[in-house]
């Protein structure tokens, strides 16, 4: 692990697992015993022999839904460099996307994945298009080598989240 590449996310932007909805999580296509809380939960993520496997082939959909509203910054994808995703496709607000439609929208954002990023360096997202982000489907469309299991080490997500107004206490500005 280089020292340049510790880390590029500015102190203003969290982890977002906190905010995570697990009881809505979903990954289609993902190996039994390697699921996606092994690369997305704290703690079984940061151990490397854990690994999100896909299943009947190298392609992985994962949803992954928010407690409230968030800004979505930057995204680590970790992996082995065989192994590991390289293009991956990131979309926001989509509920109920599958594999049969998941190419009928256009991605919020993609990216295909370097070596750096594989060790843990971040995507960063183009934040215009996550600024209120309710729920983000992550689309593993091939890895990069080309073989039938894409395995993901880590997944984190950062951000901050969308601090709402209350309308009821703002004054209301009368005109003489």
Partial sequence: MSVESVSVVPRSQIDLLDF????GVE???????????NALKQGYREDDDLNLESDADEQLLIYI??????????????GPEEEGPKTVKLFANR?????????????????VLSTEN?????????YVKFQNVRSLTIFIEENQS?????????????GTTVETTDMKGLKKIEDH
């Avoid at 990954?27 to 809380?37: E, K, R, T, V, Y």
């Avoid at 839904?65 to 970790?78: A, E, M, R």
């Fill in 146 to 158: 080309g073989s039938e299991i894409t395995k993901i080490q880590k997944i984190v997500l950062y």
């Fill in 65 to 78: 839904p928010f407690l409230q509203v968030i800004k979505l910054h930057s995204v680590v994808i970790k």
């Fill in 20 to 23: 995570v909805d697990w009881s």
């Fill in 95 to 111: 509920e109920h996307m599958g594999f049969s439609n998941v190419n009928d929208f256009p991605p919020s954002d993609s990216a």
């Fill in 27 to 37: 990954c289609l296509n993902q190996s039994g015993s390697h699921s996606l809380p």
């Fill in 118 to 126: 594989l060790e843990g360096k971040p995507v960063i997202v183009k």
